[in-house]
């Protein structure tokens, strides 16, 4: 059975950094692309930021392009989403997904087949 885990959530002030990481087991082949999603309390969910297999390939959202940064590590097997200049609107319980597929590194929830509980990231003064 394919298990997804988050970790590194929390409470930070605006500004601060943090990082998230994401580790799946259970399953055969791969790396596959992971991609990571928030849902905001009121809102739908939305598409954060994603990574190819190979992690040659990353994408981000408009809104956390050039504050956060997606990375993998093959020995670990775990990706990871370093966040920095965090404010309010980051708010959310934050998904890492994992794709059926090795090379897809998009926004579309749909390609995405294994997803975890989530974890908690709130920035508050």
């Known amino acids: 059975q394919v298990q997804v885990v988050e970790s590194g959530g929390g409470l930070v002030q605006p500004g601060d950094s943090l990082r998230l990481s994401c580790t799946s087991s259970?399953?055969?082949?791969?790396?596959?692309?992971t991609g990571w999603f928030r849902r905001a309390p009121g809102k739908e969910r939305e598409f954060v930021a994603a990574i190819s297999g190979s992690g040659e390939s990353t994408h981000y959202s408009n809104s956390v392009k050039g504050r956060f940064i997606i990375s993998r590590d093959y020995v670990r097997n775990s990706v990871f989403l370093q966040m920095n200049s965090l404010t309010p609107a980051d708010t959310a319980v934050y998904y890492c997904?994992?794709?059926?597929?090795?090379?897809?590194?998009?926004?579309?929830?749909?390609?995405?087949?294994?997803w975890g509980q989530g974890t908690q990231v709130t920035v508050s003064s």
């Open positions: 259970g399953r055969t082949g791969g790396p596959f692309g």
């Open positions: 997904a994992v794709s059926r597929h090795e090379t897809y590194f998009g926004p579309q929830s749909s390609e995405y087949d294994y």
